[in-house]
Structure formats: C-alpha cells, structure tokens
C-alpha cells in the first residue's frame, strides 16, 4: 500500500505562485501514474495533472501553461508546480499514486485571494 503526504498548500494572492509536494512511502519509479486532483467546494474531484513512469505528462486545459509536474526519483517526491495562481485554482488538492489500486494522499488547501 502507497501512502501519500501532501504539503506546500497555503493562501496566496492572484497571480503568485505555490509549490506542492507529495511524499512518497516507497520508490515512485515503478508507479505508471503519478498525478494531481483538486476538488473545490460543491464540485467533483476533477484532474490537474498527470506523470507517468515513462515521463508523459497531461494537463488540465485550465491549467496548462501555468502548472508543472515533476518527479524526483530519488526522493520518492511528485511536484507540482502552481504559477500564475488565479482565484478559481481554489482548491483542496489531492496527490494519487496509481499502481495495482489507486492510493491517495490528504489533501492540501490552496487558497487564491483576488
């Protein structure tokens, strides 16, 4: 079983900038699909960003261009980095780990302020 630890969420005003991590508890370089998830209050969990193992990466339309995820191997670590932060990026955003099952972390709140 996976577990995931997400950090670096917080309030930040439009147009800064975040960067949240997801920890790892074993190696992530066997896992197909790292991605990102958020989900705002009164709608569906909906996907940001995905990585595979082979390093393609998808994006959200709302998000390209602005967000970037990453993967350090060697930290059992996913990334994402959030520039150009707007208020409807507001969210909880959620780590998955997709191997056998999915696994997912819990959550971090980001907070954009107009």
């Known amino acids: 079983q996976v577990q995931l630890v997400e950090s670096g969420g917080g309030l930040v005003q439009a147009g800064g900038s975040l960067r949240l991590s997801c920890a790892a508890s074993?190696?992530?370089?066997?896992?197909?699909?790292m991605g990102w998830y958020r989900q705002a209050p009164g709608k569906q969990r909906e996907l940001v960003a995905q990585?595979?193992?082979?390093?393609?990466?998808t994006y959200a339309d709302s998000v390209r261009g602005r967000f970037t995820i990453s993967r350090d191997n060697a930290k059992n670590t996913v990334y994402l980095q959030m520039n150009s932060l707007k208020p409807e990026d507001t969210a909880v955003y959620y780590c998955?780990?997709?191997?056998?099952?999915?696994?997912w972390g819990q959550g971090t709140q980001v907070t954009v302020s107009s």
């Open positions: 074993e190696s992530i370089f066997s896992i197909a699909i």
């Open positions: 990585s595979t193992k082979g390093g393609t990466t």
């Open positions: 998955k780990a997709q191997k056998f099952a999915n696994y």
